[in-house]
């Protein structure tokens, strides 16, 4: 299996790499906003413990090389804004899940989109991908449109998949292929 802990990805304005020890504050900031976790599959954090245990499974799950979350750094003051994640990549399937979520006051600026298309050209480009999929909240109209510009396709809906805090929900699957992907980066 490959080990993905020294994975470090540039993007114009940001460096992605692996969550460290030092990301727990930033990362509990984040993960314990309910604007933050309204449509993401777990409750608003409480304990900063559930900060460090993320942080040191991630180290298990990037040496495994079934999961990759980087934390997204802006380079301009070294602040973590939020994280992006293959997770469940399958080898024999060439298949992985994607997942991304910034911090409140880091919306509507782009981040989200150079970052998520950084680890889309490394998924489809050195790890081999054939196909990406994400699994969102019907409701969460930002993420639908951040997987629309990256080209994903709506593919179905899977219906009461979440109860998250005792509050039932549906899920949209996005899919996007490697074929689609290098026609799309072809063109830009
Ligand atoms: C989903 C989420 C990551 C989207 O964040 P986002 O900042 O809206 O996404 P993007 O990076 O694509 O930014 C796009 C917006 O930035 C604007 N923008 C500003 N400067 C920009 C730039 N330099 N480049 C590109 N877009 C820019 C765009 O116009 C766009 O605004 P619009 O949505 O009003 O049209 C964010 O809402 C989030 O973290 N939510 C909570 C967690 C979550 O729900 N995760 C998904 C679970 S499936």
């Given at each position: 299996m490959?080990?993905?802990r020294?994975?470090s990805?540039e993007?114009?304005?940001l460096?992605?790499?692996p969550?460290q020890?030092g990301?727990?504050?930033?990362l509990?900031g ?31 799950d990037l ?7 980087l ?11 939020g994280?992006c ?7 024999n399937n ?7 979520g910034?911090g409140?006051?880091?919306?509507g600026?782009?981040?989200a ?13 050195p ?15 930002s ?5 629309r ?6 593919e179905?809906?899977?219906r009461?998949r ?6 039932v929900?549906d899920?949209?699957?996005y899919?996007?292929?490697a074929?689609?992907?290098?026609t799309?980066?072809?063109q830009?």
């Amino acid at each position: 299996m490959p080990d993905y802990r020294t994975l470090s990805l540039e993007t114009p304005r940001l460096t992605l790499r692996p969550l460290q020890a030092g990301d727990a504050g930033a990362l509990f900031g984040i993960h314990s906003d309910p604007r933050f976790t309204r449509f993401f599959s777990h409750a608003p954090w409480t304990q900063m413990a559930q900060a460090h245990e993320l942080i040191e499974r991630d180290q298990a799950d990037l040496a495994s090389g079934e999961h990759v979350r980087l934390g997204l750094v802006r380079r301009s003051d070294g602040v973590l804004l939020g994280t992006c994640t293959l997770f469940k990549i399958q080898p024999n399937n060439r298949r992985a899940e994607l997942g991304y979520g910034l911090g409140v006051a880091h919306w509507g600026q782009g981040h989200a989109q150079e970052a998520v298309r950084a680890l889309l050209s490394w998924g489809f480009g050195p790890l081999g991908l054939h196909r990406v999929e994400a699994d969102i909240d019907p409701a969460n109209e930002s993420s639908a449109k951040l997987l629309r510009r990256l080209g994903f396709q709506l593919e179905g809906r899977l219906r009461e998949r979440w109860i998250v805090d005792g509050v039932v929900s549906d899920s949209e699957i996005y899919g996007l292929l490697a074929p689609e992907w290098q026609t799309r980066n072809q063109q830009a």
